[in-house]
């Protein structure tokens, strides 16, 4: 249980085009998700949590119009890359508050990441 | 601050060595605690996950934790390494009421044969 996929696993386009990244909990209801960020060789780094009929909140630093995020339905949570740029370009993972024995929302689960090439 | 600190960046044992990646953590009250893996080009597994009782926590793929109180540590240790736990290794926590994960900088396992 508790699977958490995202798609695509690898996206590559051009500067100034806009892309999304789809994150889906299979098994379970997330009314919370997460999206990341990391560098090479380097730790995650948060940039906004999402929840399910709300508006994100963005960590500081985060350009909330660059990095569009809606979180439709308690399964699926879309990461909009808008105008992306070179430096956008990272791997981009996401993750769901799922149940985890008696105690919900208190085990993030992560999606496989994606990784995103900007030309 | 809350924080993570995970003070070995890379790490090298032998395969069927012991291992053990130390993690430490600085927070007002003893938060939720959890090592994570990450292999190339992946995403997290959970290895395992403290939240309150036994101080000895047991895992997946053989890993076990020790959370100790008095240290403010939650070590991961593996009695005998196998070439594949070579990966990334994550330790992260979080307030009991928060729902925000801290991570900490990442320990590379390597393994050689």
């Known amino acids: 249980g508790a699977v958490v996929s995202q798609h695509p696993s690898r996206v590559i386009c051009k500067s100034g085009t806009s892309v999304k990244i789809e994150c889906r909990s299979l098994?379970?209801?997330?009314?919370?998700m997460f999206w990341y960020r990391q560098f090479p060789k380097k730790s995650l780094m948060l940039m906004a949590t999402s929840n399910e009929g709300s508006k994100a909140t963005y960590e500081q630093g985060v350009e909330k119009d660059k990095f569009l995020i809606n979180h439709a339905s308690l399964t699926l949570s879309t990461l909009t890359v808008t105008s992306a740029h070179p430096e956008d370009s990272s791997f981009y993972i996401c993750s769901a508050d799922g149940t985890s024995g008696s105690k919900t929302g208190e085990t993030q689960y992560f999606g496989p990441g994606t990784r995103l090439l900007v030309l | 601050a809350q924080s993570v600190t995970q003070p070995d960046i890379h790490i090298t044992v032998s395969e069927g060595a012991s291992l053990e990646l130390r993690c430490n953590y600085s927070y007002g009250a003893t938060p939720y605690l959890f090592w994570y893996v990450q292999s190339p080009g992946q995403g997290l597994q959970l290895l395992l996950k403290?939240?309150?009782?036994?101080?000895l926590v047991q895992g997946i793929k053989g890993f076990e934790a020790e959370f100790k109180r008095s240290q403010s540590s939650f070590n991961l240790r593996k009695p005998s390494v196998h070439w594949s736990d070579a990966a990334e290794y994550f330790c992260a926590a979080r307030t009991g009421g928060g729902n925000k994960l801290t991570f900490g900088t990442g320990t590379q396992l390597k393994v050689e044969l």
């Open positions: 098994d379970f209801q997330a009314t919370t």
């Open positions: 403290y939240f309150s009782g036994d101080t």
